[in-house]
């Protein structure tokens, strides 16, 4: 028996980057992609230092489209997970 | 053997530690959210404990990990179980006290072994079982957390430097509250389990369940209620320490902390290390401190948690050993019943003296002036 496991800690490192960067990282591409269009560049314009504008919607549908694929991936990302979670924790009663 | 006065306080005991858990780990969740403002302090930790009650019923499959491979099971009583808890639940009101995010799972292990150690000697501890399912996860999960958080929050502000200053807090706050959440859902996952099988073990230690059996579905909700409860009246002290304290946070950093939290937590105790929450997420917000240029992070309050997360096990073991040693040399029933008579008392002692200091909803976010106390100045500002 060996005092660590190898195996478990790389794929701890790379699933959590993964899970744990990632999927925050493309919540700030769907913000991003929120943010395409019209309205936000009037306002980011408007004031030298971004101002303090809480305009988060730009108006382009494709970004608008895109943004909501993102953020359903996430949810069904989240939404696997627990699943994973809970048929995981509960196994069929051993004999 | 079978002594059901000493099985109830036991239960009523461990029921209790459940409640010091929730308290002493709100933070872990909740502190970015309500550094940043992204939920007021009150609905946050409201949140957070339906969360954990929730996350109770989620999994069961670290529910007995804390004992089995730890201590050999067969020189485990009612007594050194009770012994243990006291020594877990000292620590915890402790450390609650310096406001210091140390872990609860280790403030457990750490009492359990000492009374065990009291109880039977060292040769009932499974030494090779302690070092590498604690020691080195908590040594590793910490770094392997910061460097998650800081990847993820530097590709946030990368991706998103176009928004506006105001667009992007706005924007990472909604995610912010996503992440928390699936954060206070993996502690109640966790941590509840803890219990549950500390619980588990004193039945079948008593004969009342079979060696084997799982968590009856009334131990199940108990501890739910109770770890969510603890959680609801909030840990302000640790919040505070873990928003505050470490590193000034801002909302895309939050949300990178709870998801490299919520990643590493769920997908260790996958593989079956049931590690510290607590660890996980101050490490997590170091991440965020180092991953965001012009960060800073004070490494004077991370050495002082760091010192504490080493003297946990330690310590709770020696509390744990002296319990035991009382209600061995007192015997029976009514030793038990002493020890939980001084816990009791010691812990009246710890919240009296926490009165002097107090921080709830209203000063948890007051500028960080060097300690857990806030000056008692910007308290009105604080609570707008």
């Known amino acids: 028996m060996s005092w660590i496991n190898l195996t478990a800690l790389w794929k701890i490192i790379v699933f959590g980057l993964i899970a744990g960067a990632g999927l925050p990282a493309l919540f700030a591409g769907g913000l991003y992609a929120l943010s395409l269009g019209p309205k936000t560049a009037r306002t980011a314009t408007a004031g030298a230092d971004g101002g303090d504008s809480d305009v988060l919607v730009g108006g382009s549908v494709v970004g608008m489209v895109l943004a909501a694929i993102a953020f359903l991936v996430i949810l069904a990302a989240i939404g696997w997970s627990v699943y994973e979670i809970y048929t995981l924790g509960h196994p069929a009663p051993k004999k | ?384």
């Open chain 2, 1 to 384: 053997m079978s002594n059901d006065t000493v099985l109830v306080l036991v239960v009523i005991t461990a029921l209790a530690f459940d409640f010091t858990n929730g308290f002493h780990d709100t933070g872990n969740a909740m502190a970015t959210s309500i550094a940043t403002g992204a939920l007021p302090p009150r609905v946050a930790v409201a949140i957070s404990g339906v969360l954990n009650f929730v996350g109770a019923f989620l999994s069961l499959a670290v529910a007995a990990t804390i004992a089995s491979g730890l201590v050999a099971t067969g020189d485990v009583t009612l007594t050194v179980v009770a012994a243990g808890l006291a020594g877990g639940i000292i620590w915890n009101l402790l450390t609650w006290l310096f406001g210091i995010p140390s872990s609860s799972s280790h403030a457990l292990i750490g009492g359990v072994i000492g009374s065990t150690m009291a109880a039977a000697g060292g040769s009932a501890v499974l030494w090779h079982g302690l070092v590498s399912k604690v020691v080195l996860p908590a040594v590793l999960s910490p770094v392997i957390a910061a460097l998650v958080a800081a990847c993820g929050t530097w590709l946030l502000y990368r991706i998103t430097r176009s928004l506006t200053e105001g667009g992007r807090r706005h924007g990472f706050r909604i995610g912010q509250i996503g992440s928390a959440c699936v954060v206070s859902l993996a502690h109640g996952t966790n941590d509840a389990q803890k219990t549950m099988g500390v619980i588990t073990l004193a039945l079948i230690a008593n004969g009342t369940l079979t060696a084997g059996s799982n968590a009856p579905v009334w131990v199940i909700v108990c501890c739910a209620l109770a770890i969510s409860i603890g959680t609801y009246l909030g840990g302000w002290r640790v919040i505070r320490t873990l928003g505050k304290g470490l590193v000034e946070i801002e909302s895309p950093q939050g949300m990178a902390a709870e998801s490299a939290s919520a990643a590493v937590i769920l997908l260790s105790s996958t593989f079956g290390y049931s590690l510290s929450t607590t660890h996980v997420a101050t490490g997590s917000i170091i991440g965020t401190g180092l991953g965001k240029k012009g960060a800073d992070v004070r490494w004077s309050v991370a050495g002082r948690m760091a010192t504490a997360w080493v003297f946990t096990l330690p310590s709770a073991a020696i509390v744990g050993a002296i319990s035991y040693g009382i209600a061995y040399g007192v015997g029976g029933t009514f030793g038990v019943i002493l020890v939980l008579i001084l816990l009791a008392a010691l812990s009246g002692f710890i919240y009296w003296r926490s009165r002097a200091t107090k921080v709830d909803h209203n000063n948890v976010n007051s500028e960080w002036t060097g300690g857990v106390s806030p000056d008692k100045v910007p308290v009105e500002t604080a609570a707008a």
